[in-house]
């Protein structure tokens, strides 16, 4: 999340972003029932962190950039560095799930965001609190699948 270098970013970094995510979604997931609208506002603020992070990488999106300046100087050096892509594709998976999220609150599709918030939710908590990235497993069992098509 740190390292912006090709040799990878610190795996604490997208760990830090997912316990913020979490509590994002948590917040949304709370409010959707007694305020879809609050719910749809909070899900669209998400979506473009997501997007930031899809498009520049997580290290670029503002949670990233705190974890760099307040958290990671407080830190001893990471044990290895992680490759950048599958983060990157994560943030796009949780970026659909948000979309879908906040159109299903702002339409009155309650839910359909519920659903779609409580599906990104989960993949943060297990990033958050058990360093298992959903979306970059994701990444790296298609990056398998299309070698192996390819051979």
Known sequence: MTD???R???PRGPRFTAAITLVVFAAALLLSDAAPGVAAVI??????????????GVQKTP????????VRPR??????????APPRFAQAVGLVFAVVATIGFATGA?????????????????????????GCEMYLVG???SRRSAA
């Open 110 to 134: 309650v839910l359909l965001g519920q659903v779609a918030a409580a599906f990104a939710f989960v993949a943060a908590l297990l990033n958050a609190v058990f360093a298992f990235c959903l």
């Open 143 to 145: 990056l398998r699948l």
């Open 4 to 6: 912006s270098t090709p």
């Open 63 to 70: 949670t990233g950039l705190l974890f760099r300046r307040l």
């Open 43 to 56: 899900t669209g603020v998400q979506a473009v962190l997501f997007a930031i992070g899809a498009g520049l």
């Open 75 to 84: 830190l001893a050096p990471p044990a290895e560095l992680e490759d950048p």
């Open 8 to 10: 990878g970013i610190d």
